[in-house]
């Protein structure tokens, strides 16, 4: 089995079971650079367990998953580690900012982690805080700032390091509309200028309507509405 | 939509010619499809029937002549009555949506399939709107997401509708 021509990051035939419960059973996904797919389907059907997957933090127990030409589980523990600080970046439902760090050391902490100088990476940091619309908060904490703020913040994070890939987990489960779809319009501008895959899990279609395709994940298999058709 | 009371509305703030009426309704209802002139003139006539029009003055020059239309206290009364009726829920959708599932489950077909065929075709359309919004201004925010939410809506409704006749359809079985 080969990934499709032209993916970044693609899956074949991936099984995952929790104890009796099969949270993956064959499922596929392919993205190319640029793209950003919806991952769509019902509560508990796997959705999260497959982007896990394809972003190394949990390993399958079958199938390949193929990140730029190489094989991710042939690659050691700390490499993996390594591939998801470098090239990867993530946002979650709830920000998951740390909370004593003010709103900047939080942006700038991937490129810290990554060896980065404090002034280089703030510099870096407060050029995505302004393109996320949030630079006046950079003094503030995260408690002391609006959810749909703290997502932003959030975004500008996992964007700081300028990803290959984007794994987003239900970016706007926590906002209401306007500021879910502000995240959404910022997020998707900001991968579109640099090109980064977006792998966008949500249950809501006018969250989804920012992708360019759905997958839809149901009991564990995959279905690529766009292939399927 | 109603064209004929549009256009009324549109003569309340004072006469206008055919060709400047359908601009005006082009320029802030016709992000869809704008007016042909001919549904214009057609409209017209039939308001100047109904005594809700009258021909304020014509402009006759090189081209074909042109009539310029006031509203009157009748076609005035006509718009506050269309403004002050709710519009109909219309349920013709749903209906459609739900016959195919209740169809595909009687047939023992997947349900999750016409699920999945009608999100993907939903979301198509979304995706247009999603992007007209993104670079229209305000008007064409607000109509796209009026547009939005209601696609959404059918989504929703039809993901629990297929959830809940499973369910029933387990049910029965047993
Ligand atoms: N760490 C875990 N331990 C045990 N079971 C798990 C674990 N993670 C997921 N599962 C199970 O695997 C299945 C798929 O879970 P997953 O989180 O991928 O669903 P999901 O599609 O993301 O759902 P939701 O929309 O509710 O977030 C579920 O039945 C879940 O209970
Ligand atoms: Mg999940």
């Keep these: 089995m080969t990934p499709p021509a032209g993916s970044l ?6 099984r995952k079971a929790y104890g009796p419960t099969a949270a993956l059973d064959g499922a596929e996904f392919s993205i190319h650079p640029g793209e950003v797919v919806a991952v769509m389907g019902p509560s508990g059907s796997g959705k999260s367990t497959l982007l896990h997957c394809l972003a190394g933090i949990v390993t399958p127990d079958s199938g390949t998953i193929t990140y730029n030409g190489h094989e991710l589980s042939a690659m050691s523990d700390s490499q993996r580690s390594a591939l998801r600080r470098s090239d990867f970046g993530f946002v979650f439902q709830f920000g998951q900012l740390v909370p004593e760090l003010t709103c900047v050391e939080n942006v700038a902490l991937p490129l810290r982690l990554n060896g980065g100088s404090r002034k280089e990476a703030e510099r870096a940091a407060l050029t995505w805080m302004e393109r996320l619309e949030v630079d006046d908060l950079r003094k503030k904490r995260p408690s002391e700032v609006s959810g749909g703020q703290g997502q932003r913040v959030a975004v500008a994070r996992s964007l700081v390091t300028n990803p290959r890939v984007l794994f987003a ?6 906002l209401d509309s306007l500021n879910g779809e502000r995240v959404m319009e910022l997020l998707t501008d900001a991968a579109r200028s640099t090109n980064a895959a977006v792998v966008l899990v949500t249950h809501e279609a006018r969250v989804a309507a920012y992708s360019d395709r759905e997958v839809v994940v149901r009991d564990g298999k995959s279905r690529d509405m766009e292939r399927a058709v | 939509m109603s064209i004929g009371h549009t256009l009324l509305g549109l003569l309340e703030s004072g006469p206008r010619h055919g060709y400047d009426l359908k601009r005006a309704f082009d320029e802030k209802f016709g992000h869809d499809r704008p007016l042909h002139y001919g ?8 308001l100047l029937k109904n005594g809700l029009v009258v021909v304020d003055g014509v402009e006759t020059g090189g ?3 042109r009539k310029r239309y006031a509203i009157t206290d009748d076609g005035i009364t006509d718009v506050q009555r269309w403004l ?4 109909k829920p219309e349920p013709y959708l749903q209906s459609t949506l739900y016959t195919k599932v209740v169809l595909a489950l009687l047939t023992h077909r997947d349900a999750a399939d016409v699920l999945d065929t009608q999100r993907s075709e939903h979301l198509r359309s979304m995706r247009i ?3 007209r919004k993104r670079k229209g201004d305000l008007a064409d925010q607000l109509i796209c997401d009026h547009a939005l939410f209601h696609l959404e809506a059918d989504l929703r409704w039809l993901e629990l509708t297929a959830a809940r006749l499973d369910k029933l359809r387990e049910a029965v079985a047993r």
Excluded: F, I, K
């Design chain 1, 9 to 14: 990051l693609s899956a074949e035939q991936l």
């Design chain 2, 39 to 46: 549904q214009v003139y057609s409209t017209m006539s039939r």
């Design chain 2, 84 to 87: 002050a009726t709710p519009e």
């Design chain 2, 129 to 131: 709107l999603t992007d």
């Design chain 1, 169 to 174: 987990d239900e970016p706007t489960g926590a």
């Design chain 2, 63 to 65: 081209g074909p002549e």
